[in-house]
C-alpha cells in the first residue's frame, strides 16, 4: 500500500505566525496534492503538483504557499497565518493517468490562535 | 472547474438496511468518480469509483450509479453493518490528468 507521512501531526501557532507543514511519499507517484478538512465542507483542494518543481493552484489557494522539491517531498507553507486556517491538513499522492487512486496521509490538526 | 453537491449530510440507518448517498456534479466533461470512506480519526480511503463509460458498479456490499444525463451519481451500502458507520465523501474529476472536487460529506450512523 501507498505510503504517506506527514509532520508535524500538530501544531499550534499564533496569529501571524510562520508555518510549514510537510509530507513525503515513497512510492513514486507523480501527483501530490494538499487539501484542507473543515466540518460542513469536506475535502478542499489547495494546491497540488504533478512533479518536482511544478505547482498547480487548487480551489481555496488564498494565505498558502507550496513548494514540491522532490518527487518525493510537497511542503505547504502559512507565512502569516490566521485564526480561518486551523484546520486539518491532509496531504495525497496518486499515480498520473488512468483513474488514479488517492492516498492519504495521516493529517495535520492545525490550531491558530 | 467543477462543484459538486452531497445529501444527505447526516444518514441514520438501522443495522441490515441499506444506506443511499446522493451527488450531483456540474461539468459535464466530468469522466471519473470516486467515493472515499473516512472512519473516526482516519485518513479517507477510497471503496469505490466509476468511470463515465459505466452506469453501474458494484463491490462487496457497495453498489454506485452514474447518470449522465442529470449529472447525478450515487452510493448505495447494502445490508449495512456497524463498521459501515463513517464519514463517505464523493468526488468527481475533469480532465485526464486534474485534481478531484470532494462533496461535503455523508455522516453514516449505523443503529443497532
Known amino acids: ?71 518525493e517531498d510537497f511542503f505547504l507553507l502559512l507565512e502569516l497565518a490566521s485564526p480561518s486556517q486551523t484546520s486539518l491538513y491532509f496531504c495525497a499522492s496518486s499515480d498520473s493517468g488512468g483513474a488514479p487512486e488517492q492516498y492519504f496521509g495521516p493529517g495535520t490538526r492545525l490550531t491558530v490562535l | 472547474g467543477e462543484q459538486v453537491e452531497q445529501l444527505p449530510s447526516i444518514l441514520r440507518v438501522q443495522e441490515g438496511s441499506s444506506a443511499s448517498i446522493n451527488c450531483t456534479y456540474e461539468n459535464s466533461a466530468s469522466n ?45 451500502i447494502t445490508d449495512t453493518q456497524p463498521g459501515d458507520s463513517a464519514m463517505y465523501f464523493c468526488a468527481a474529476r475533469t480532465g485526464f490528468a486534474s485534481a478531484l472536487t470532494f462533496g461535503s460529506g455523508t455522516k453514516v450512523i449505523v443503529l443497532p
Request: charged share 20%.
Open chain 1, 1 to 71: 500500500e501507498a505510503a504517506v507521512t506527514q509532520s508535524p501531526r500538530n501544531k499550534v501557532t499564533v496569529t501571524g505566525g510562520n508555518v510549514t507543514l510537510s509530507c513525503r511519499q515513497t512510492n513514486s507517484h507523480n501527483y501530490m496534492y494538499w487539501y484542507r478538512q473543515d466540518t460542513g465542507h469536506g475535502l478542499r483542494l489547495i494546491h497540488y503538483s504533478y512533479g518536482a518543481g511544478n505547482l498547480q493552484i487548487g480551489d481555496v489557494p488564498d494565505g498558502y504557499k507550496a513548494t514540491r522539491t522532490t518527487q
Open chain 2, 32 to 76: 471519473y468518480f470516486p467515493w472515499y470512506k473516512q472512519e473516526p480519526g482516519e485518513n479517507p480511503k477510497l471503496i469505490i469509483d466509476i468511470r463515465s463509460n459505466m452506469e453501474r458498479k458494484q463491490t462487496q456490499g457497495l453498489i454506485v450509479l452514474l447518470d449522465k444525463k442529470a449529472k447525478r451519481f450515487s452510493l448505495h
